[in-house]
């Protein structure tokens, strides 16, 4: 399985357009100690040919054209290699890239019943893209299965939903808790055997969810923010990283000490707030992941398994 990280930072970027927080401030500075990120998305494939998305971030064409095998076959006009996209949740940084897809072939997007009645409902999704290449929707399982191409054809990938702890998107109305509003994704490699845990949004920890962390070669794991009050303590926000749905990095609970105890090869920090002192290189906080045997994700990172 090949794995290309399109994107690593939660919703705005690093740097986010009107943030001037310390580490904004470092990024457009240009010293080189926090590298700028775009918005988090993740392009796997079996065979480095037919790609599927894990999300659609609103810089989805910027990060196509830094990835050569997402753009245009050879000897065609008009193509994508996309065969489908995976949707965690309705959140508009995983979900706004679907409309920038809209001059395409209709879209295959993957998603769960909330999921999706959040877009239609809440932002119009469905009437929007029935006017240009319309969309297909897919209820992906929960249990492993087959992960077919646009053509129905076998992708060499199987995959699974993993029910996450969250909320609906901000712009939704608000419904009676489900488990569907925000999940993760296990994916496999039939051939290799090669397995990957895409968990951008994680609210808690629990039992069910460390089991399937110890089972996998490759984990992309929430690392929105270091601490639970770091948006206060930037004077960024008020609501505690659990408020938002995220398990903070650091602290008794965090999820670095978790991470750190796993022996798996690849434990990397992805979906990061632009308000995370992680991402600033020699910082005591990036010290403490790398120290942990973890690392922190950026635009372009690749794994094959």
Known sequence: MHIRLLGTAAGGGVPQWNCNCPVCREARAGSGRVEPRTQSSVAVSADGRNWFLLNASP?????????????????????????????????????LGLRLLREGEKISAHATAAVRGSLTDGISLDRTLSAFCGIEWIEPPFEPQPLGKRDGSDSGLAYQVVSLSGHSPRFAEPTAPRTDHVVGYRIVDQKTGGR???????????????????????ILFDGTFWTEDEMAACA???????TLGHVPVSGAGGSLGVLSRLKVKDKVFVHLNNTNPMLVAGSPQQAAVLAAGCRIGRDGMEFVI
Do not use: K, W, Y
């Open 236 to 242: 960024a926000g008020n609501l505690p990283a659990s």
């Open 59 to 95: 810089d989805l064409r910027a990060q196509i054209e830094a990835f050569p095998p997402l753009q245009p076959p050879a000897g065609v006009t008009r193509g994508s290699p996309i065969q489908a996209v995976l949707l965690t949740n309705a959140d508009l940084d995983h979900s």
């Open 196 to 218: 990957l845990l895409f968990l951008p949004d994680v609210a808690a920890l629990d039992q069910r969810l460390m089991g399937l962390l110890a089972d996998c070669d490759v």
